[in-house]
């Protein structure tokens, strides 16, 4: 093993570290990065970087939309869509057994397509469906499990701020990538409905039925989530259609909801501010830790590390899938340690060189012999599995981020029971790995359709 992958793998032992010493990510990387650039070129390259490399990240055009989505998620927080989607969602399942925890999972699917952040998902819809469901004695295990492994569908179903930082560091479409992550979001509702079901069906008294919702109650949520239909349809919609990019698209989304606040007396003056505030403050996290992992870049790049782990994983003669498996395998446990934000912006820039040489790459005029696609497809299919796997660490143990959230939320119920009850879904989320990998048109095909 070369003297750059030994260098790398320390540095990025120390910054592991770091982060279980609880620094805030960003900083970390900025110290890692720093130190390293330092040390292989000199104190001066680092101030030379810092001096342009700030305006460089921010000034990107795309990155305009991060603010918008966040803002639209927070004012959607405030604005009763959460408490909308439970009720219509509860008015269609509730009256079948475990059908209150699927309408917390439908609820969370709804409410991540407007808000596009996991733990944003898990703590806005936690605090919604949890009375409810302790209402109607759902075990704890049920109840909580349902919605920490709900919460993780706020990363993939579009809009993604994640997803979108993602096609900014392969350089891929935005539009694209929202494309790519439908079908796999929605294949990823359907298995948790199925898995509440079927936990239901050996355990009975873990999610007991209620009375089917009279016409007058059904009819009222129906009508209640439809401005919630209305603003999903004009974002994503106008997206697909090609009527918008994605900025000018998050800036509509943020208006309407903000018109609904307004309109229905759900969006005082002091939401709004709050709502900003949080804006900025999520914001300028992102961007720091963007900057950050810009320099933990420019380190591993001028280290030759990805160049020296490609070369070194190609002359060892492991199969392009298997190596594909084993890069998955470290995020699950990355995603253990850290939110997934800084996770994709760290590994992907190290990850992303070594699947384009194992695919062929372009220069070597062999592209999509290794995976058997183009490294434009592999882009899009790599960046879905990243993403689900990525997930997959924010309700796996020992720290599985949405575990915690949701337990904060659950006064009285055991962090233990909760893990216990994200381990069916943890199970669910492995087999659609799986159905992704054996069949990668289920991501590529509406890329391919759009395209076409």
Request: charged fraction near 10%; proline fraction near 6%; include cysteine.
């Amino acid at each position: 093993m070369s003297d750059p992958i030994v260098l790398g793998l320390v540095s990025f032992g120390v910054l592991v570290v770091l982060i279980v010493l609880r620094m805030p990510i960003a900083y970390a990387m900025i110290l890692v990065g720093g130190v390293g650039i330092a040390s292989v070129n000199g104190p001066a390259l680092v101030l030379n970087q810092l001096k342009t490399l700030a305006y460089g990240q921010f000034a990107i055009y795309d990155l305009s939309v991060v603010p918008m989505f966040i803002l639209m998620g927070a004012l959607a927080a405030r604005t009763g869509l959460s408490q909308a989607l439970f009720r219509a969602a509860s008015a269609w399942l509730g009256w079948m057994r475990g059908g209150a925890a699927m309408a917390a999972i439908a609820g969370c699917a709804g409410f991540g397509a407007v808000c596009g952040s996991s733990l944003a998902t898990a703590s806005t819809m936690g605090r919604v469906a949890l009375p409810e469901l302790r209402r109607q004695d759902y075990s704890g295990a049920l109840a909580t499990g349902s919605l920490a492994a709900g919460g993780v569908l706020g990363i993939l179903i579009p809009p993604s701020v994640v997803l979108i930082i993602y096609a900014i560091l392969v350089e891929a479409n935005v539009v694209t990538m929202f494309a790519a992550a439908l079908l796999p979001g929605i294949l990823a509702v359907l298995l948790f409905l199925v898995v509440v079901a079927l936990y239901t069906a050996v355990r009975p008294e873990a999610g007991p039925r209620r009375p089917f919702p009279g016409s007058a109650e059904f009819r009222a949520a129906t009508l209640g989530v439809l401005p919630v239909l209305v603003i999903f349809t004009l974002v994503l919609g106008g997206i697909y259609a090609g009527f918008y990019n994605p900025t000018p698209a998050a800036a509509v989304g943020v208006a309407l909801v903000a018109l609904y606040g307004a309109v229905t007396r759900q969006l005082s003056l002091a939401g709004l501010v709050d709502a900003l505030k949080e804006t900025a403050s999520s914001a300028g996290m992102i961007y720091l830790i963007l900057l950050g992992a810009e320099l933990m870049k420019i380190y591993v790049s001028r280290l030759g590390l990805p160049q020296a782990t490609a070369q070194w994983i190609v002359a060892s003669g492991y199969a392009p899938m298997t190596v594909l498996l084993l890069l998955l395998i470290a995020l699950i446990v990355l995603g253990c340690l850290m939110d997934s934000l800084s996770m994709i912006l760290l590994v992907i820039p190290f990850f992303w060189p070594v699947l384009v040489d194992l695919n062929g790459g372009l220069y070597m005029g062999t592209d999509g012999a290794g995976f058997g696609m183009s490294t434009e497809d592999l882009k899009i299919w790599f960046g879905i599995l990243a993403l689900i796997v990525v997930e997959l660490g924010l309700i796996t143990p020992p720290v599985g981020m949405n575990v915690f959230v949701i337990s904060s939320l659950a006064k009285g119920t055991p962090m233990s029971e909760t893990f216990r009850g994200v381990i069916p879904f943890f199970c669910a989320e492995l087999l659609r790995v799986a159905l992704l990998l054996a069949c990668p048109a289920l991501v590529l095909w509406l890329p391919g359709l759009l395209s076409g």
